[in-house]
């Protein structure tokens, strides 16, 4: 006969995917996986600023946030939209996301993505901040959303383990 397990206390998983997207790897953290936590939080963090130093802050183009320029030139084009064609609306806003999916993958990195798409709109129309084009352009998105499609997976395995005693 084996000895009885010692039933350890872990967090709810909803609780631990909170704290994993809000600081990548603070899910491992939680539940007693410090190194692990670490090592993920590290390496998401790392990775979404090479995007940053690659791409440029602009990267990150959130179909909500908009500079003073891009929401004027967007208003500009549906303007002239509803002039040729009376029956044209205006995306709605899950379009208007649909229209940028990359920021899917980005939000995922957490809240630093939230805040370097504020950062790139209020400071980046102000002080001429430009977008970044071409492949350098591409490469930034692709290792931004890539360092959020990475924190989901940490989030979906912490989560997990937290709902099964730690499995380790």
């Not at 229209?99 to 001429?128: C, E, H």
Request: no cysteine; proline share 8%; aromatic share 8%.
């Amino acid at each position: 006969m084996s000895a009885p397990r010692n039933p350890t206390f872990l967090p709810p998983p909803p609780l631990v995917a909170l704290a994993s997207w809000l600081i990548p790897g603070a899910g491992y953290w939680l539940i007693g996986q410090r190194v692990r936590g670490l090592v993920i939080g590290v390496t998401i963090l790392l990775l979404f600023a090479v995007g940053l130093l690659i791409g440029g802050i602009r990267v990150v183009d959130s179909p909500l946030m908009e500079s003073v320029e891009q929401r004027t030139e967007r208003l500009n084009e549906e303007a002239i939209a509803l002039r040729n064609n009376s029956s044209y609306r205006p995306p709605t806003l899950p379009v208007r996301a649909l229209q940028k999916p990359w920021f899917i993958g980005q939000v995922l990195a957490g809240p630093v993505s939230l805040v370097t798409n504020y950062i790139g709109v209020t400071w980046g129309g102000d002080r001429g901040v430009p977008f970044s084009h071409a492949r350098v352009n591409e490469i930034g998105v692709l290792y931004t959303a890539v360092a959020g499609m990475l924190n989901l997976m940490a989030i979906i395995d912490a989560a997990y383990r937290s709902s099964n005693e730690g499995g380790r």
